[in-house]
């Protein structure tokens, strides 16, 4: 995947050799490879220190230097668990064990100087081919702006569920995204639709619970009588009037059509088993509001309303 911004490549150069350094260094630069931050050291214990703060994409270092060798760098780094970090030489070094030594610690390459600058060249791109390919890959089109709530406002919907419920307290929750599996058995579920058309234009649905809460609420049933019906699943037919009133209620929150056209309950059903299609409209869809709604003494339930 490519990212959105990415960062500029790093290259870390490790030579004793001020002179080395600046060769490679305008080499790197003079190359075309895209945005690059070039950075030196002067021997493998500094280098070492700077690839743990922050690994770059290649490493071009020299064998012989004093404190800690080139080699003995690659050996500690794949010691420390830096094995994705790329390593390659540019060293005066020939002897065959020696190279054999660095290429069996992962070396990308080894170049004898003095080298010339196509020859670096080459084998910094092949060594960066992935990375310099990102740099230059035109960014992904942005995502798609999400759809707008199937509500207006959650301020309108608690609006509405303080006039069903009346002095009883309650808890909003927004619950984004709830599955078919968080709403329990059977559900109410309403249909709306605009004037003139036949085809839904949203859904509204309260789980058994939700239904038991906001009927029974809406009827000043005692707890013990709503706990009753949520355990069993079988919200009373005076609970359910009242639960069909608050769904129907739920119209005037809808986020209008185009045109701020509103949408106006056509039926609403208190369903067994889930609706046909509701999965698939609960996972595609042009916006949807979900919540949890929690009353003391009663319990808790969830509702959702879906834009078709």
């Known amino acids: 995947m490519v990212e959105l911004n990415p960062t500029p490549l790093r290259v870390l150069i490790v030579d004793d050799s001020r002179a080395i350094q600046a060769i490679i260094a305008r080499v790197l630069q003079n190359a075309g490879l895209g945005p690059m931050v070039v950075e030196t050291a002067s021997n493998g214990e500094q280098a070492l220190r700077m690839v743990t703060a922050q690994p770059p994409d290649l490493v071009i270092s020299d064998w012989h230097m004093p404190v800690v060798s080139g080699i003995e760098m690659l050996q ?28 069996s610690n992962g070396a990308v390459f080894v170049i004898n100087k003095p080298f010339k600058d196509e020859q670096l060249l080459q084998e910094v791109q092949k060594a960066l081919a992935a990375r310099v390919e990102q740099l230059r890959a035109p960014p992904p089109p942005p995502p798609p702006p999400a759809p707008p709530p199937a509500l207006a406002s959650e301020g309108a919907l608690n609006a509405l569920i303080k006039q069903q419920l009346g002095q009883i307290p309650f808890r909003l929750v927004p619950a984004p995204n709830q599955s078919l599996e968080d709403l329990k058995l059977p559900h109410d579920l309403a249909m709306y639709a605009l004037d003139g058309e036949k085809t839904p234009f949203a859904l509204g649905l309260l789980d058994v619970n939700a239904c038991c809460i906001l009927g029974g609420g809406g009827a000043r049933m005692q707890p013990p009588l709503v706990r009753q019906a949520m355990q ?27 045109g701020g056209r ?18 698939g409209l609960l996972l595609r869809n042009r916006g949807r509001s979900d919540y949890r709604i929690a009353v003391p003494g009663y319990g808790e339930g969830r509702l959702v309303f879906i834009r078709c």
């Open 76 to 103: 500690t780094l794949r010691q420390l668990g830096g094995g994705m970090v790329k390593v390659g030489f540019v060293t005066t070094e020939t002897a065959e064990r020696h190279l054999d030594q660095a290429r």
């Open 232 to 258: 069993v699943g079988k919200p009373t037919s005076e609970m359910m009037q009242f639960a069909d009133h608050f769904l129907r209620s739920a119209a005037a929150i809808l986020t209008p059509a185009e």
């Open 262 to 279: 509103a949408p106006t309950l056509r039926i609403v059903n208190l369903m067994p088993k889930p609706f046909d299609k509701l999965q």
